[in-house]
């Protein structure tokens, strides 16, 4: 299969859009602070986001390497046993997941975020994911220290003004 979804699919889509309204939160605190001063970076913390979403949407879709040929019909089989619950012939790195009920090439570990097993497939998408995450939190981190820091030195009336402003939405 092309586009495979785990089993633990609830609590995903729940994490998910919990995610998206905390970064849309952040995205509207940035949005206020740097609107008159640094558009260049919200359109930078755009790009990481989404680079944040095509890689978790990947990780979250993909076939993560399920193990489905027999090899009793290839004329010289390498295989390293026989899986009694899916039936299958697998290979070395192959491990059996209780949860998805189906054999990984090289399995990891399932991970209950993406509600998939971490195997051969996905394993770019998931270290994509773990970047661009980190990258997000520092690019936002930095960004409103960053904004605090400098305009409290440069320009207390401004700092005091968003302040203001971010008190009146809170």
């Known amino acids: ?12 889509l729940a994490m998910s859009i919990v995610a998206l309204i905390i970064f849309s939160i952040v995205h509207w605190i940035l949005c206020i602070l740097y609107s008159e001063t640094n558009y260049n970076l919200i359109i930078g913390w755009r790009c990481v986001f989404a680079l944040l979403v095509i890689s978790f949407s990947l990780t979250a879709l993909s076939n993560p390497g399920i193990n489905v040929r027999n090899t009793k019909l290839i004329k010289e089989p390498l295989t390293k046993g026989y899986c009694i619950i899916c ?4 290979a070395e790195n192959t491990k059996h997941c209780d949860r998805c009920e189906a054999c990984i ?4 570990h399932h991970c209950l975020l993406s ?11 998931f270290y994509m994911t773990l970047v661009s995450t980190t990258l997000l939190y520092l690019y936002t981190v930095i960004s409103i220290v960053g904004f605090f820091v400098k305009d409290y030195l ?3 009336t ?8 971010l008190r009146g939405i809170f």
């Open 1 to 12: 299969p092309i586009i495979t979804i785990g089993p633990d699919y609830v609590p995903m």
């Open 87 to 90: 039936k299958v012939d697998y």
């Open 105 to 108: 090439i090289n399995y990891d």
């Open 115 to 125: 509600s998939k097993c971490m195997g051969k497939r996905i394993s770019i998408y």
């Open 154 to 156: 440069n320009d207390k």
């Open 158 to 165: 401004y700092y005091n003004s968003v302040l203001s402003k």
